[in-house]
């Protein structure tokens, strides 16, 4: 095998590969670790080389205390305070997809439609970062808030960065219910006021025997895709 052979192989392991995570053993990554995987994905692109992240990584206490008002706060059906806006209702073919991620999840998961302790539960998973020992906070510069290409580049580094994590072993989850209440992560995790929180990603140890770790999500067809102009064939 040549050298680009190689790299060619192994860059599609890992993105073949990784999945997301959503059950993790307890024990800690090391921050060294963590700041490799962020060192790396730090070579994304960004437009213009703004480079408008920034990361807050939270373990520990600060993590434990996220969790539980993150969870208080959803069972007592207070407002999110997300920094971005999302959409209320999917609908049509992203309303399909949705659904049929939902249904591979609680499938593996064993968790019946009408299961309602159970869905709940599933739910709190989420807003407790899947009971991951680590969560990296992206934020990006409030000055650039405004601008769509700022989460842009944001999504460019979190992508970098599960991709970093899996090559080294480790799992991970791109999350929006872990910052769903904004105010409660800003204030633990001491996010500084120039600061727009963006998303939040679950990372650590893979629990191999938790089911859902297994699902691997369907794609649309590169035909369904991708168009190509100007070519012969
Ligand atoms: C911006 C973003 C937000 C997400 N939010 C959540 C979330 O709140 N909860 C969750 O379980 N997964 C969340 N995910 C993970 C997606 O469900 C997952 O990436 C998708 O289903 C494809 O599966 P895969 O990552 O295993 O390939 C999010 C992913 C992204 C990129």
């Not at 700022?150 to 991709?163: E, H, K, Q, S």
């Not at 992560?185 to 990372?203: F, S």
């Amino acid at each position: 095998m040549t050298d680009r052979e190689a790299t060619a192989k192994a860059y599609a392991e890992v993105v073949n590969g990784r999945r997301s995570i959503r059950g993790y053993k307890r024990d800690p990554v090391p921050k060294v670790l963590i700041r490799e995987i962020l060192a790396l994905a730090m070579r994304s692109p960004s437009s213009l080389n703004t480079q408008p992240w920034n990361f807050y990584v939270v373990t520990g206490e600060p993590l434990e205390r996220i969790r539980a008002e993150n969870t208080r706060r959803n069972l007592e059906r207070i407002p999110s305070t997300r920094e971005f806006r999302g959409m209320e209702n999917y609908e049509g073919v992203h309303r399909e997809r949705q659904v049929g991620i939902a249904k591979q999840l609680f499938g593996a998961m064993g968790i019946a439609r009408d299961d309602k302790p159970k869905r709940t539960d599933w739910v709190l998973r989420g807003f407790r970062q899947f009971d991951a020992p680590a969560c990296i906070v992206v934020t990006y510069d409030r000055v650039l808030v405004g601008s769509d290409i700022a989460p842009f580049d944001c999504g460019a580094v979190a992508t970098a960065i599960v991709n970093a994590a899996w090559s080294r072993g480790l799992g991970c989850v791109i999350n929006s219910q872990g910052i769903m209440h904004s105010a409660v992560v800003r204030a633990e995790a001491g996010i500084a006021d120039d600061q727009t929180i963006m998303i939040c990603i679950a990372i650590g140890w893979p629990e191999d025997s938790f089911p859902a770790n297994r699902v691997v999500s369907t794609r649309k067809t590169l035909d369904e895709a991708a168009t190509f102009v100007g070519f012969d064939d």
